[in-house]
């Protein structure tokens, strides 16, 4: 609700639904917003609806806007199932409304600075490990975290998933705590990611490969660097940073260079999106379709870690 208030160009609040009495007090005392009662009541009196429930209710609550023919914000991810995403989908195409979905690192300003950069990359490797909090225990760590990474990937390689695959440990929880997955591509471009929620430290980077091309991204501390080579002519320069490639294969020049980052506030940037969108006629940042992506490839990741640990599977 916070970054909502701070786009009152954009947003009027008309209030909010909540069915914990306690939570509802906090909010009306905050924020001074109207408490509707129900969610039904909530979409019969607004144009747009920001879901931020619980997942297990965001289809529920989903199907109540769009029947309403309301926008939609949506948390990720975006439902529980992809029966319900699918169901989701064919509603919003439907109801002719803009629903975006909140794969926040999209808007990390880190992201936005180095993305024009990421060209046809061939190997991705992330990391995105937290230290362990008992919230979200609830879902695997590929749900809870790695679905960030997921996202990401599929917004910078255009091609098919070829195949995946994939494992995962449930350490303290009854879901894998830390899992590992290998997704190839039928470009040929393969990315390995983990995820963990048992760290010691936290940490959220990705990095590009790329022909001629390095870029690291870091979604934590908001930086990026991007590394380039290209070919010397003649005589390289003394003070630059070169490679010589051996008799005969010529020179390549090492350029180093870090982004400007332009400070933002990721969560109120996506929001921001929406409204433009909305306002302007036009897609959505992150579309349903994208959010279906990323919950299919996680879908596909769980199953791959669930055969890995059932009885009887073979060792890999």
């Known amino acids: 609700m916070k970054c909502l208030g701070e786009l009152e160009h954009l947003y009027e609040l008309a209030g909010f639904f909540d069915p914990d009495d306690e ?7 905050q924020f001074g917003l109207k408490r509707f009662s129900s969610q039904e009541e909530l979409a019969d009196n ?20 769009l029947k309403r023919g309301r926008h939609l914000f949506i948390e990720k991810p975006l439902t529980n199932t992809l029966e319900e995403t699918r169901s989701l989908i064919q509603l919003s195409r439907e109801a002719g409304v803009k629903v975006q979905v909140g794969h926040v690192e999209r808007f990390n300003p880190a992201f936005r600075a180095a993305k024009n950069g990421i060209s046809q990359p061939l190997f991705i490797e992330g990391h995105r490990l937290a230290q362990f909090n008992p919230r979200g225990t609830d879902v695997s760590v590929v749900l809870d975290l790695m679905i960030h990474d997921l996202d990401i990937v599929l917004s910078t390689v255009k091609a098919n998933i070829l195949r ?13 705590d830390i899992a590992n997955a290998r997704i190839e591509f ?3 471009c393969v990315a390995n990611l983990t995820a963990s929620r048992i760290s010691m430290k936290n940490m959220r980077k990705i990095r590009f490969f790329q022909k001629d091309a390095y870029i690291s991204v870091d979604f934590l501390e908001k930086e990026a660097e991007i590394i380039r080579m290209r070919d010397v002519l003649g005589e390289p320069d003394p003070f630059s940073i070169h490679i010589e490639l051996g008799p005969g294969k010529g020179t390549k020049e090492i350029l180093m260079d870090k982004p400007q ?7 109120r940037d996506e929001l921001a999106s929406l409204a433009e969108s909305i306002n302007r006629n036009t897609e959505t940042e992150v579309t349903v379709e994208d959010g279906f992506a990323a919950l299919q490839a996680a879908h ?8 890995q640990l059932s009885p009887g599977s073979p060792a890999h």
């Open 186 to 188: 039928d470009n040929g």
């Open 23 to 29: 939570k509802s007090a906090q909010a009306t005392a």
């Open 261 to 267: 980052i332009t400070p933002g506030n990721a969560i």
């Open 300 to 307: 596909q990741i769980l199953e791959k870690i669930k055969f």
């Open 46 to 65: 607004c144009d747009v609806v920001d879901i931020v429930t619980p997942t297990l209710s965001h289809y529920d609550c989903a199907v109540t806007a």
């Open 164 to 176: 995946i695959s994939a494992s995962g440990v449930a350490v303290i929880s009854d879901t894998p």
